[in-house]
C-alpha cells in the first residue's frame, strides 16, 4: 500500500497582498511537515488556475488541505474536485493579519465561501473547515485530528477483519457481509467456522504450546488455580487463534464464543481473546464484527487496547454508565492493585477468563459503529473519565463517568435502538472518529 500522503493547496490571486500571503503560506507548511512526516508542499502559493493545475498532477493525496491564502473563485476549488474526486478535504480560512482601515490584506473568507459552494455541489459527504492562522493552538488540533482520521481511513483499506464462527441467536447486530464491509469501511472481511480452530488446537502437543502458557503466565495473575486440563486446552486455542492471525495478517477478529467453546471444547475462548487485544489485535466475543472494527479503531488512534462490553448499570448519582463482560479485556487494563486476575465463567463456570476491575482514565471515549434500523451505518461517541474503581461483578468490569448526563445518554441510546454492545478507547478521541465518520459518508450521533 502506498505511503500516506496530505497535500496543501494553497489557492489565491496576485492582486493581494503577497508579502503577508507569504508568511501565512510559511507558517502554514511549517505547522503541516510538524504534524505529518509526509507532506506535498508546491514551491510556492498557488495564485493561478495553470500553476494549481501543474502542482495537482504532481501529488497523490489521501487528505487535501485546502486554503485560501487570499480570495480566489470557485474555479480553482472545482479544479481540486475534478482531479480528486474521493480524496477528503479541509478547507482552511486564514485570519486577517490587519484591521487598520487601509487594505484588506488577504479576503481569505470571501475565498472560502466560493470553495465550500462549489465543494457542496461536487459531493454529499460532509467536508472538514478551519478558521483562524497557522500560529494558533484551535487550528493545530483541528488539523491534528483531521489527519489523524484521514491516516486511519487510509490504514483501513489494509486492514482484514476475520468473524471465526457466526452470531449467536439474537445477536444479529454484529454479524457483517463482506462486500457491504468494503465498499463502505474499505475493509476485507473473511470468515471461518470456530470448529476450524478447535480442530486445530485440538491437533497441538503440550510441548507445543509450552511458550503461549509462558506467555499468559507473564500477562495474569493466578493462571495456576485454573484446572490443568483447562490450562492446557487454553494454552492450545490460545496457539492456534495467535498463528492463524498472524499468518494471515488479520487485525481484527470478531471470535463466536458461546455455546461451542464450552461443549465442543470444554475451555472457553475468553481468555484466548484477551491476550490477543494485550497483543494489539482487536479481538471482540459474540461474533461482532462491527464492534471488532469498532475496537480496532479505537486502538489505532491510542496505540493502546480498547475494553469491549454491554453497558450493565448506571447511577444517575455519580453520573456514570458500567461497562461489563464475562472475562475478555485485555491483561494491562487491569487495576495494578489486583492484576489481570485469572477465574472462571460466571454463568458456565469454566475457566480461564479474565476477572478484574479496569484501571482509571482521566479521558475516555465510548464509542460504536452502529446501524440505523432502516440499515444505515452511523457512530456514537460519548466522552468521559474512567473512575478508580474495583471489579463490579464477575468478568471484568469499566466505570465511566460520562461529560455529558448518563441518565439521558442511557434513555437516549436505547429510545434510538442502538446495539448493545461498546467500546470504551482509554483517551478522548471523539473529535478523530467523528472526522472519519464525516469522511466515510456516515451519520455521527454525539452525547
Known amino acids: 500500500m502506498k505511503e500516506f500522503q496530505i497535500a496543501y493547496v494553497p489557492i489565491g490571486v496576485p492582486t493581494f497582498h503577497l508579502e503577508s500571503a507569504k508568511i501565512q503560506f510559511d507558517g502554514s507548511v511549517r505547522l503541516l511537515k510538524s504534524l505529518c512526516d509526509n507532506v506535498a508542499v508546491p514551491d510556492d502559493m498557488l495564485l493561478s488556475i495553470d500553476k494549481l493545475k501543474a502542482f495537482l498532477d504532481t501529488i497523490s493525496p489521501d487528505l487535501i488541505v485546502l486554503q485560501n491564502i487570499t480570495f480566489a473563485n470557485a474555479a480553482y476549488a472545482s479544479e481540486v474536485l475534478h482531479a480528486f474526486t474521493n480524496v477528503p478535504i479541509i478547507l482552511w480560512t486564514l485570519r486577517e493579519p490587519v484591521i487598520d482601515g487601509g487594505r484588506l490584506r488577504l479576503n481569505s473568507l470571501t475565498g472560502a465561501y466560493s470553495a465550500a459552494n462549489a465543494i457542496k455541489a461536487f459531493r454529499k459527504e460532509k467536508f472538514e473547515y478551519i478558521f483562524g492562522a497557522p500560529t494558533e493552538e484551535k487550528v493545530e488540533k483541528k488539523l491534528s ?32 457481509l463482506d462486500l457491504e464491509m468494503l465498499e463502505k469501511f474499505g475493509v476485507r472481511l473473511e470468515s471461518i467456522e470456530a470448529r476450524e480452530l478447535i480442530d486445530k488446537a485440538k491437533a497441538f502437543s503440550d510441548e507445543e ?57 470444554g475451555t472457553p475462548v475468553c481468555a484466548v481473546l484477551a491476550m490477543l487485544n494485550d497483543l494489539g489485535v482487536a479481538a471482540s466475543c459474540e461474533a461482532d464484527a462491527y464492534g471488532a472494527l469498532s475496537m480496532y479503531l479505537g486502538m489505532q488512534l491510542t496505540g493502546a487496547p480498547t475494553f469491549f462490553g454491554d453497558p450493565v448499570s448506571m447511577d444517575e448519582e455519580e453520573n456514570t454508565i458500567s461497562f461489563w463482560h464475562c472475562g475478555t479485556a485485555a491483561c494491562s487494563l487491569a487495576r495494578e492493585d489486583t492484576g489481570a486476575v485469572i477465574g472462571e465463567h460466571c454463568n458456565r463456570h469454566i475457566g480461564p477468563t479474565l476477572e478484574f476491575g479496569c484501571k482509571a482514565a482521566p479521558h475516555a471515549t465510548i464509542f460504536r459503529i452502529g446501524r440505523t434500523p432502516e440499515g444505515q451505518f452511523r ?26 448526563n448518563a441518565e439521558k445518554i442511557i434513555y437516549d441510546t436505547v429510545e434510538a435502538g442502538w446495539e448493545p454492545h461498546y467500546v470504551v478507547i482509554y483517551g478522548d478521541v471523539a473529535d478523530e472518529l467523528e472526522i472519519l465518520a464525516n469522511m466515510l459518508g456516515m451519520e455521527v450521533c454525539r452525547y
Not at 238 to 265: H, L, M, Q
Open 145 to 176: 485530528a483531521t489527519i489523524r482520521a484521514a491516516k486511519l481511513k487510509h490504514d483501513m483499506k489494509d486492514l482484514k477483519v476475520c468473524a471465526i464462527g457466526h452470531t449467536p441467536q439474537g445477536f444479529g447486530f454484529g454479524r457483517a
Open 379 to 404: 457512530f456514537l461517541l460519548a466522552s468521559g473519565e474512567i473512575l478508580d474503581k474495583p471489579k463490579q461483578f464477575l468478568g471484568t468490569s469499566l466505570v465511566i463517568r460520562t461529560t455529558a
Open 209 to 265: 504450546c509450552e511458550e503461549f502458557l509462558e506467555d499468559a503466565k507473564g500477562r495474569c495473575v493466578g493462571l495456576d488455580k485454573t484446572p490443568e486440563k483447562n490450562t492446557k486446552d487454553f494454552a492450545r486455542l490460545y496457539k492456534a487463534y495467535k498463528e492463524y492471525v498472524t499468518e494471515n495478517n488479520i487485525g481484527a477478529i470478531a471470535s463466536r464464543c458461546w455455546p461451542d467453546f464450552f461443549t465442543s471444547f
